[in-house]
């Protein structure tokens, strides 16, 4: 890949958002490891979801910082999941990976909630899909990122991030 390309990258969201489906779809695409962050979510957060209780920014915290690291030691670069909703979080990833990118990829509440219904197996119920849109930040002017409709197909939504990955702007 070239030099001007982003090489660290979250997949921001909110839950049911498809940044799992989407960072798989992209990481070949642009030749980076994908990692799901619910992976790196202590059991007490996972616990804590899956009781129907939204996570507070303590919980979070030692969640971001972990997300932050673990993209910091990819010298190469890669790519993570992570909801990343308010901009304190990015901010405190940025601490740890100054360079990291954000694709968003965003819908209205109504198309993600009928996702969440229909998603088995995870631990974030979709009674929670509300918390998470109240504590959304949109990227702010000064953060690099770009916004992503997640009404269209994974293949387009995967094209064109890499597409503005590999542009590197």
């Not at 619910?38 to 030692?62: S, W």
């Not at 990819?74 to 993570?80: E, L």
């Not at 219904?117 to 959304?136: I, K």
Request: glycine share 8%; aromatic share 8%; with cysteine.
């Amino acid at each position: 890949m070239d030099q001007h390309c982003f090489r660290h990258i979250v997949v921001m969201g909110v839950s049911g958002s498809g940044k799992t489906t989407v960072g798989e779809a992209l990481s070949p695409l642009i030749g980076l490891e994908y990692r799901d962050g619910d992976d790196m979510h202590p059991q007490a957060n996972i616990d804590k979801m899956a009781a129907g209780i939204p996570l507070n920014d303590a919980d979070r915290e030692p969640w971001l910082k972990q997300i932050g690291q673990w993209l910091a030691d990819k010298p190469d670069g890669a790519m993570v999941g992570c909801s990343a909703l308010k901009r304190k979080y990015r901010d405190l990833i940025r601490e740890y990976c100054p360079g990291v990118v954000f694709v968003h990829v965003h819908g209205d509440f109504d198309v993600l909630h009928e996702r969440m219904q229909h998603r088995p197996g995870h631990f974030m119920p979709a009674s929670l899909l509300q918390s998470q849109f109240d504590t959304l930040e949109p990227l702010e002017e000064d953060e690099t990122g770009r916004v992503f409709d997640v009404t269209r197909p994974v293949e387009e939504i995967a094209q064109e991030a890499a597409s503005w990955i590999k542009a590197g702007a």
